[in-house]
C-alpha cells in the first residue's frame, strides 16, 4: 500500500470557524508533512513531523496547528483563518534519513470565505 | 541555500514531439534528484529519481532524466509525447543533509506547465 489518504476532499470555511484535516498513511513511514499549493505555484512546506514529533515549522501563523495523534496519522487544525489561506492543502509521508522521495496524497481544496 | 529553477514555465507540444525540460539546482553537496507530475485534478506523483550511480535513470510512463553533475542539472526527456502527458511537472531536489530530526526536505521548482494538442 502506498497511499497516502486525505480528508475532506473539499471543504469551505468561515473565517470564524474551526475545522481540521486529516491525514492518514500505512507505509510505515516515520516522517510526514503538511504543504501549501495555490494554484499554478508549487507546494510549500508547512510542517514536518519526524516520530511523530514536530521537526519544523516554517514560520506557519499559529492559525494553523498540526498534531501528530500517532505514526499513521497527522492532523491539521484550522482556526480563524483568512480568505488568503484558500488553497489546496497537501499531506505526504517518507521514510527517514534515507533521503527518499516523498509520497503524496490527493490533498484537502480548502476555500475560506 | 538550496535552490531549484525550471527554465520553461509554459510548454506547448503536439504528440509524438520530444520533450525536454530544463531542471537546475543550487546546492554545495550530495543530492537526491526528484521529477514530480500532477496530472489535472490528481495527485502528485514521482515519475523518476537519481540518488546515485548511472546519471541517467529511467522512469515511468516513458520519462527519462540526465544528472550532470558539472552542470548541476537534471533534466527530463522524453522522446515522443501524447496527449495524456499534458500535466504540470516539478523537479525537487533534497539536499543528503542529516537533519535534527532525519526528515527530508524537498525544495522544488516553479513547475512547468506541459500541454499537448492532438
Known amino acids: 500500500d502506498t497511499e497516502v489518504t486525505q480528508t475532506p476532499k473539499h471543504l469551505v470555511m468561515g473565517m470564524t470557524n474551526k475545522k481540521s484535516l486529516k491525514c492518514e498513511q500505512h507505509?510505515?513511514?516515520?516522517?510526514m508533512y503538511w504543504y501549501k499549493q495555490k494554484a499554478k505555484k508549487p507546494p510549500e512546506l508547512m510542517f514536518v513531523y519526524s516520530y511523530e514529533k514536530l521537526s519544523i515549522n516554517e514560520s506557519v501563523p499559529s492559525r494553523f496547528s498540526p498534531e501528530c495523534p500517532n505514526s499513521s496519522l497527522l492532523n491539521l487544525h484550522l482556526h480563524a483563518l483568512q480568505p488568503e489561506d484558500s488553497a489546496l492543502y497537501l499531506c505526504?509521508?517518507?521514510?527517514?534519513?534515507?533521503?527518499?522521495?516523498?509520497?503524496f496524497g490527493p490533498g484537502t481544496r480548502l476555500t475560506v470565505t | 541555500a538550496q535552490s531549484v529553477s525550471q527554465h520553461n514555465h509554459h510548454v506547448i507540444l503536439s504528440e509524438a514531439a520530444s520533450l525536454e525540460l530544463g531542471c537546475n539546482y543550487s546546492?554545495?553537496?550530495?543530492?537526491?534528484l526528484f521529477w514530480y507530475v500532477q496530472y489535472p485534478g490528481q495527485h502528485l506523483q514521482l515519475l523518476l529519481k537519481y540518488f546515485s550511480g548511472d546519471p541517467l535513470v529511467k522512469g515511468i510512463k516513458g520519462f527519462e532524466a540526465e544528472f550532470i553533475k558539472s552542470k548541476f542539472s537534471f533534466n527530463l526527456r522524453k522522446p515522443s509525447v501524447q496527449w495524456s502527458d499534458t500535466a504540470e511537472y516539478f523537479c525537487?531536489?533534497?539536499?543528503?543533509?542529516?537533519?535534527?530530526?532525519?526528515?527530508?526536505?524537498?525544495?522544488f521548482g516553479a513547475g512547468t506547465r506541459l500541454a499537448v494538442h492532438p
Open positions: 507505509m510505515g513511514h516515520r516522517a
Open positions: 546546492y554545495g553537496g550530495t543530492v537526491n
Open positions: 505526504a509521508s517518507s521514510q527517514v534519513d534515507r533521503g527518499d522521495e516523498q509520497y
Open positions: 525537487a531536489v533534497n539536499g543528503k543533509v542529516k537533519f535534527s530530526g532525519g526528515y527530508n526536505k524537498l525544495i
